[in-house]
């Protein structure tokens, strides 16, 4: 499998080429030059780890062989604490959740960075390289990433998060981790200003110069590929003929895994986006219309995105795959803060999505109802998707997923519900702990020249 970006369809990397540039140099993001198809029956009956490298092999074939694969995936989701690693669970009738908080920081992030983890390690016992991670994160990508590259050798691993927009314990799980080759940085601003500083630190030479940098946020291909397993591992749950998700968004990565798993034969109908108030992507699939908007705080911090990368991916297979298209797209709209898609892309983002904002009301509400009426305790990101389950009629199979452990946002929930949840020790312990941090300003060269002085000192 070679790889375009969606900004130069002409380009034909390898899987090793773009696992460490993250971002292309013409701005793009990558996506396969096609989509490999899976046979759903050669599905049946095997495990997690088994489903997970059949369907991620073809991505990475030509520079991995399947036994190593599989051997990486095997330890990947070993010290999952899940025997299903991602189970199915029953709400009513034809409505779903997919459970995705079995992995070490609690929430469905280390699905895809434990393996990232483990890959980026395999293929450094080879070579002479060292790397260095640079990511931005909303709260849950940061600790999933520094929870998986702590203490691995040849990885330097930069994170930067917005200072104080993060809950407490996401904090924590993010700086109590002291080893020498982490670097939290808190910004003084919000994700998407951390978010720009990064995407411009990967467009920069000096620093491309003097190190690799290595992109871990949602915009990386691995991850995406490591996610599309868990929909189509619900489906094999299921027992359905045809299956619909609703997916928590925020950067758009975990939805757009749902669409990559439609694209290589998972039988999906629909996928429903659910938003908190930063409802961009509602204005999208509601009427082509994408605004710059500036970005609520609400109880969901890690989908308080307004500029929702990998949406390009998005737009890249909507315009037919045509980069040409693209670039006029991100041109438009980084000149006028705005574009107009017309009816007929929006007409193909209608065909698949379909979008709701739930505000920080709702999602209390929601909380509470689904711990009243079930007895099921719901983070308030799980819960935005919840809104839009409950809203759903019986007869179709609908599958809403739990993107993190409600402990992780347990300020929302007590509120919520009335009462203090219990907290697992792990989390609770974090409070105890020694932090590491440095805070920046919202400054493109500040970040350069501290990571370029941590390096050449490591
Ligand atoms: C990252 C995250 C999201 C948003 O996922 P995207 O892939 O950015 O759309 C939602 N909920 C939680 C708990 C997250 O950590």
């Not at 293929?123 to 203490?151: C, N, Q, R, W, Y």
Request: proline share 3%; aromatic share 10%.
């Amino acid at each position: 499998m070679k790889y375009l970006s969606t900004r130069d369809d002409s380009l034909s990397r390898s899987f090793n080429d773009i696992l460490y540039q993250g971002l292309s140099r013409d701005g793009g993001l990558y996506l396969p030059q096609s989509w490999p198809k899976i046979d759903l029956l050669s599905l049946k009956n095997k495990s997690y780890e088994e489903v997970a490298c059949e369907i991620i092999f073809p991505y990475v074939n030509e520079n991995i062989e399947k036994l190593e694969l599989q051997k990486i995936l095997n330890e990947t989701y070993a010290n999952f604490n899940h025997e299903k690693i991602a189970p199915l669970v029953k709400l009513k009738n034809n409505k779903f959740l997919l459970e995705l908080i079995y992995g070490p920081t609690y929430a469905f992030k280390d699905y895809a960075l434990q393996f990232l983890g483990n890959l980026f390690s395999t293929s450094l016992e080879m070579s002479p390289k060292k790397i260095t991670v640079l990511g931005a994160t909303s709260g849950d990508t940061g600790s999933a990433a520094i929870h998986s590259f702590k203490s691995k050798k040849d990885i330097n691993v930069f994170i930067l998060h917005p200072h104080n927009k993060v809950s407490p314990i996401q904090q924590k799980q993010m700086t109590t981790v002291i080893d020498k080759n982490i670097f939290n940085i808190a910004i003084d601003g919000n994700f998407d200003d951390c978010q720009k500083i990064v995407k411009e630190l990967f467009v920069d030479d000096e620093i491309q110069e003097s190190t690799s940098l290595t992109a871990v946020n949602s915009i990386n291909w691995a991850r995406l590929i490591a996610q599309v397993v868990y929909y189509f591992w619900a489906y094999l749950q299921a027992d359905t003929q045809k299956i619909n998700f609703i997916v928590p968004s925020g950067n758009f990565g975990n939805i757009f895994s749902a669409f990559v798993a439609k694209q290589m034969g998972l039988p999906i109908g629909h996928l429903h986006i659910a938003t908190n108030s930063n409802d961009i992507l509602k204005s999208i699939v509601d009427t082509g219309e994408m605004k710059k908007k500036s970005v609520f705080q609400t109880y969901s911090p890690s989908m308080d995105i307004q500029v929702s990368s990998n949406f390009e991916r998005q737009i890249f297979e909507s315009l037919n795959r045509d980069s040409k298209r693209v670039n006029e797209v991100f041109e438009s709209f980084s000149s006028k803060g705005f574009y107009q898609f017309d009816d007929s892309v929006l007409a193909k983002f209608q065909q698949i999505y379909k979008a709701s904002s739930i505000d920080d009301n709702q999602t209390l509400e929601t909380i509470k109802h689904v711990y009243e009426k079930y007895n099921y305790i719901a983070d308030p990101h799980t819960a935005t998707g919840l809104k839009v389950l409950l809203d759903k009629k019986d007869d179709e199979v609908w599958v809403s997923l739990v993107c993190a452990h409600p402990a992780k946002f347990d300020n929302a929930v007590n509120k919520a519900i009335n009462k203090e949840i219990d907290i697992p020790k792990e989390l609770s312990n974090l409070f105890d702990k020694e932090e590491k941090m440095t805070i920046l300003p919202n400054s493109t060269m500040d970040v350069k020249n501290f990571i370029l002085e941590k390096i050449s000192n490591a």
